[in-house]
């Protein structure tokens, strides 16, 4: 069955850094992009950063440029979201989501949560000030 199972969520202070994994079955992983969505209270959901599989082309929603940093691990089928200076901005349910396509190649699709494929079931970041 495919499916993408993240960890690594969890509470921090302001400042403190938390590393998410995503491990994706090989049918997934082998598709075009992955990466990360999130989603704080009453807001709406956001793309955070993608990362292709092949070649390893990342992008990231201006927000956490400079602070988050997402990775592979072809090996292991797991992509790594490494997120440091955390701010309570970033508190969010996070999300592993997997494209079969590549759509993160193009900047009218690369954050349209309608072209992602898989989704993950979330794990919750909860930064404190």
């Known amino acids: 069955q495919a499916q993408l199972v993240e960890s690594g969520g969890g509470s921090v202070q302001a400042g403190g850094s938390l590393r998410l994994s995503c491990a994706a079955s090989g049918n997934i992983y082998s598709g075009a992009c992955i990466g990360w969505f999130r989603q704080a209270p009453g807001k709406l959901r956001e793309g955070v950063a993608i990362i292709t599989t092949a070649i390893g082309n990342t992008w990231y929603v201006d927000s956490v440029k400079g602070r988050f940093v997402i990775s592979r691990e072809n090996a292991k089928n797991t992509v790594y979201l490494q997120m440091n200076s955390l701010e309570p901005g970033d508190t969010a349910m996070y999300y592993c989501?997997?494209?079969?396509?590549?759509?993160?190649?193009?900047?009218?699709?690369?954050?349209?949560?309608?072209?992602?494929?898989?989704w993950g079931q979330g794990t919750q970041v909860t930064v404190s000030s």
């Open positions: 989501v997997a494209s079969e396509t590549k759509t993160c190649y193009y900047p009218e699709s690369r954050w349209a949560e309608s072209k992602y494929d898989y």
